[in-house]
C-alpha cells in the first residue's frame, strides 16, 4: 500500500510517501509558505494530539523497530510525556511535563543566553566547550511521587544565575549550556528509566525533536544498557517534525479501517491516551 501523508505544524509544511507503513519513498520538509502544489490521494488526517503518535512511529522507520509493549518517551517543542504502548494503537499516559516542554525549556534558555532560536541545536553546539558540573541547577522532585517532568524551575534558575553574573563571558555561557542540558538530560532519562522499571516494559523508544539532542541519546542509552533496556532511537532528522512518521503512524490506522470524512476537524483537546 501507498500512503501519501501531509503534516502541517505551525513551523513547517511536510509531505512523504511510504510503501507499507515502513519504506520512505519520499520526504520532503518545507516552509509553509512555499508548499502551494495540489495533492491527490489518500491523505491520513491527524488532530494535533495525534501528532505524538506520529513521533512515536519515527521509530518503525529505522531497521530496528520496537515490538510492543514498550515506553515512548516523545520530547518536542510542543510535548514532554512518556507512553506505555501495550499493543499496536493502545496507549497509557504513564507521565508529562507539568510545565514547559524540554524543547520549549532549550528554546527559553537559548534566548536568555541570547544564542537564538531554535535553542536545542544552539545549546547543543555552545555546551560542547562548557563544563556540565560547573553549575548545579536543581531537578524538580515530584512529591506524589508521579513520573512527571518539570522544567520551569530547572529554566528560571537560570534566568537567576544569568541575572546574578551578567555580563556573561563565552565560557560563562558555555558553563550555563552545559550545565543546563546536563540537568535537562538527567530529569528525562531517571524518570523514564524508573517507569521501565516499575512497569517491567523492557523496551523504550525515544523520539520528537529533542531526541536529536547526543547527550540525552548517550544518556539514556548508557542507563538503559545498565538496566537490560532496549532502547530504540529514529536517526535525528526523523526525531523533528516531517511528514514520513505521520505516514507511517496514518499507515497503520488505515489498515486498521479507520476513514476520516472531509467534514473532519481539528480538536486540539484530543489525547492520545
Ligand atoms: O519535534 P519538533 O521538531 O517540533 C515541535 O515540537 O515544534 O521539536 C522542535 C524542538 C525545539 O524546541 C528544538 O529546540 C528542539 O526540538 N530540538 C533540540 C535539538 N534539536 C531540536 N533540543 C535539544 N537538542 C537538540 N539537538
Known sequence: MLVLGIETSCDETAAAV???????????VASQD?????????????ASRRHLEGHIYAAFLTDDPPVHPFLALVVSGGHTALY???????????????????????????????????????IER?????????????LAQMTDGAADFSFSGIKT?????VKRHAPL?????????????????????????????????KRVVLTGGVAANGPLRAGL???????????????????????????AAGTVRLRAGERAPLSMNARPDMELA
Open 18 to 28: 511510504l510503501a507499507d507503513g515502513r519504506r520512505i519513498l519520499s520526504n520532503v
Open 34 to 46: 512555499a508548499v502551494h502544489a495540489p495533492y491527490g490521494g489518500v491523505v491520513p488526517e491527524l
Open 84 to 122: 506505555h504502548a501495550r499493543a499496536p494503537l493502545a496507549y497509557a499516559l504513564v507521565g508529562q511535563t507539568r510545565d514547559d516542554a524540554a524543547g520549549e525549556a532549550f528554546d527559553k534558555v537559548a534566548k536568555l543566553l541570547g544564542l537564538g532560536f531554535p535553542g536545542g541545536p544552539v
Open 126 to 138: 555552545t555546551a560542547t566547550t562548557g563544563d556540565p558540573k560547573a553549575i548545579t541547577f536543581p
Open 157 to 161: 534558575s537560570v534566568s537567576f544565575y
Open 169 to 201: 563571558g563565552e565560557g560563562q555561557v558555555a558553563d550555563i549550556a552545559a550545565s543546563f542540558q546536563a540537568a535537562v538530560v538527567k530529569m528525562l532519562v531517571r524518570k523514564t528509566v524508573r517507569a521501565a522499571l516499575r512497569t517491567g516494559v
Open 221 to 247: 542509552a548508557a542507563e538503559a544498557t545498565l538496566h537490560g533496556i532496549r532502547l530504540h532511537v529514529p536517526p535525528p532528522r526523523l526525531c523533528t517534525d516531517n511528514a514520513a512518521m505521520i505516514t
